[in-house]
């Protein structure tokens, strides 16, 4: 692995204003969706992106595929910066950049075959030339996601959930790009789906050495597919870590609160199971966030700087980092969030 | 072996011929007029009315005993009899040569005329529609203050430039349909295009154009097959419309229309029978391509394709090796 990562974002700023009236076109005002939000990925890891709704995770990953516009901050793939691509060649860049969506039933076109469906990449990028080679390629890419050969001339409307997520998964990986952004891939799925297609996505990455940005809201998911997971809160990175460390060692208090409404499938312990009334109620509008902390109003540590002061992301421990004033270096109250955090 | 062939052997029943379906199948053609038949009998009715059409059409010199300006003097205003089926008209013209060449008239601008209309519908339609924005709000302004006009006015004056004649009706009426059908398919494009696919498609790198034709367009064909069906209908109706005010096709072209208002009009009481066949005929013409049309739209989707669900079945049952092992089993007993 080389030292640059394969995918960086830096303070990158993604508002939409808001429309305005027929009087006053512009509002002035815009809905801060990401709001500064820097991260990188490194070659074949996969890294979790966490939050409630509206937190600005989908936003991220939109504008890292450079399908929305970005407002501030630099994007680099393999060290080139991609913020500012347009026309050929940002098309030629979307080879490198496939996605996985939500929605199994929407990403399809329903007017084409699944051969066309899963060998568009192809086409588009010109990657294999004659009829004989585009077939043998999307048979291959069929047999990779556990397909039938047999399938390749059904239309999308007769296959399952799963089905046809595999096949969104074979047309995302038709292009052999570097980074696949997962929007939610599994939350449309029936639990038993689920696990597979979790699985298959785990041992392509292990056969073909996928980089994954896996945007999600189901923590337990994130927590078996993921090497590091980032929690967003309103448009801000609340806390970075590797996985194992982020789900036993919660050092933010909205991750602590957001791990404590995991369910829990024993029903007895599930009755005892106390969620953190602070992560319950609405999550403040994007469009007028509160001043220093986003998190301030909900959190009960609130201290008098976080009502100013917005904390930066920093590292507490070796590639653990979180944006919160407790863990200041100068903060007197850290011992006592931690005692918290083990209660 | 007979362990496993018992089950089989019970739970399948003997056919020895498959379904009419899956026999038809595997020619895609013939596939597609078996399920037309069996699926949409009215529809292929339709099919039926269109394809004489557009033979009689193009057949006309053939079939009609008479030219259709062959005039008999002697036999003027006959009824049907056997050597003049559908009678004649006040200056003994055969009706039935006549209607047939009549048929191949307005297959021409039928045809013509809303091939244009669906082209101009089509092009305005889907960019307008998919690229939205300040081009979106120039064009359907444009569109509106076209739409403004009432038909016949823009008729009126269009053929009053022009002058009559066959070409200049189907550039007027193709132009006239294709804008106002232009809205039409660009609300369908509206909806189309804030599919997942769509993004999808725009992530993947595709081009604009490729987007357009390989996503947008055959999203938003069923919405134009309608209007393709309709407007050749209205097309029809609207030449006829515009012979019987005399802007269309003139005398002595046997424009269904025109027998319609010059002969068939001022000798009503005398002979019913000049109005009554080429009404019959125009309205047995616009039937038969809208019922074809209604079935050709559901046809063409392919989520409506239930004999495509029927043989992935099949296929499904056939790759597992199990069932082989029991049609194995099965032969040999």
């Not at chain 2, 601008?109 to 082209?119: G, K």
Request: with cysteine.
């Amino acid at each position: 692995m080389s030292d640059t990562p394969l995918l960086e974002v830096r303070n990158l700023k993604v508002h939409f204003p808001l429309p305005g009236t027929l009087l006053k076109p512009k509002s002035g005002g815009s809905v801060k969706a990401v709001d500064g939000v820097s991260f990188h990925l490194n070659r074949g890891e996969t890294l979790g992106l966490v939050g409630e709704s509206g937190c600005g995770k989908s936003t991220t990953g939109m504008a890292v595929l450079r399908m929305t516009p970005v407002t501030a901050g630099e994007i680099h793939l393999e060290g080139n910066n991609i913020t500012d691509l347009k026309g050929r060649s940002l098309r030629t860049l979307r080879r490198k950049m496939q996605m996985i969506y939500q929605d199994p039933f929407g990403a399809l076109d329903p007017r084409m075959r699944v051969l066309d469906i899963i060998g568009e990449p192809l086409k588009v990028h010109n990657l294999v030339s004659g009829r004989k080679a585009y077939r043998a390629e999307v048979m291959r890419l069929m047999e990779l996601v556990g397909l039938l050969p047999g399938m390749a001339e059904r239309y999308p409307h007769e296959f399952s959930g799963g089905q046809r997520q595999r096949i969104g998964i074979a047309r995302a990986l038709a292009a052999r790009p570097e980074v696949i952004i997962c929007d939610e891939p599994v939350s449309a799925l029936d639990v038993s789906i689920q696990a597979q297609i979790i699985n298959l996505l785990k041992d392509l990455q292990e056969e073909l050495g996928l980089t994954y940005l896996f945007v999600a809201h189901d923590l337990a998911v994130v927590r078996h597919i993921c090497d590091r997971v980032m929690v967003m809160y309103l448009g801000h990175v609340v806390e970075v870590a590797d996985s194992e460390e982020l789900y036993t060692n919660p050092q933010h208090p909205y991750t602590q609160a957001l791990l404590s409404a995991i369910p829990i499938p024993d029903p007895r312990a599930e009755s005892r199971r106390e969620v953190d009334p602070s992560i319950e109620g609405e999550v403040p509008s994007p469009v007028n966030p509160p001043s220093g902390c986003p998190f301030h109003p909900r959190c009960k540590h609130a201290m008098e700087t976080c009502r100013t002061v917005a904390p930066e992301l920093k590292d507490t421990t070796q590639g653990h980092a979180v944006s919160c004033h407790l863990y200041e270096p100068t903060s007197a109250a850290m011992p006592q969030i931690r005692v918290a955090s083990m209660a | 072996m007979t362990t496993e062939t018992t089950p089989a052997a019970v739970t399948m029943p003997a056919s020895p011929r498959p379904p009419l379906r899956e026999r038809l199948g595997d020619n895609k053609i013939l596939g597609f007029l078996g399920r037309l038949i069996v699926q949409r009998p009215l529809g292929a009715f339709g099919a039926a009315i269109c394809v004489l059409l557009l033979l009689t059409g193009i057949f006309a010199d053939v079939i009609a005993p008479e030219g259709y300006n062959h005039i008999n003097p002697i036999d003027r205003l006959k009824p049907p009899s056997a050597e003049y089926w559908l009678g004649t008209d006040q200056l003994g013209r055969d009706v039935f040569s006549r209607i047939v060449h009549g048929a191949q008239l307005s297959v021409i601008v039928a045809f013509a005329a809303t091939s244009l209309s669906i082209v101009i519908s089509a092009v305005i339609g889907i960019t307008s529609g998919y690229f939205g924005g300040r081009f979106d709000m120039v064009s359907q302004r444009v569109v509106d203050g076209w739409m403004c006009f009432p038909d016949l006015i823009i008729l009126i004056v269009a053929v009053s430039v022009l002058g009559p004649g066959t070409w200049q009706v189907i550039v007027i009426l193709g132009l006239l349909f294709g804008i106002s059908g232009s809205r039409i398919v660009r609300s369908s494009v509206l909806s189309v295009k804030q599919n997942v696919y769509i993004h999808a498609a725009q992530s993947m790198g595709a081009s604009t154009l490729r987007i357009l034709v390989m996503h947008i367009l055959p999203n938003v064909m069923a919405p134009i097959i309608v209007l393709f069906t309709t407007r050749l209908a209205a097309v029809i109706l609207a030449e006829s419309g515009l012979s019987f005010l005399g802007l269309g096709i003139p005398p002595p072209a046997p424009s269904w229309g025109g027998m319609l208002s010059l002969d068939g009009r001022s000798y009503m009481f005398q002979a019913p029978w000049l109005a009554i066949i080429p009404g019959v005929a125009l309205t047995i013409a616009v039937f038969g391509i809208n019922m074809f049309g209604d079935a050709l739209r559901d046809m063409l989707d392919p989520r409506m394709r239930g004999a495509g669900a029927g043989r992935y079945v099949a296929a499904v049952r056939r790759d597992r090796p199990s069932s082989r092992a029991r049609q194995a089993g099965g032969a040999s007993q």
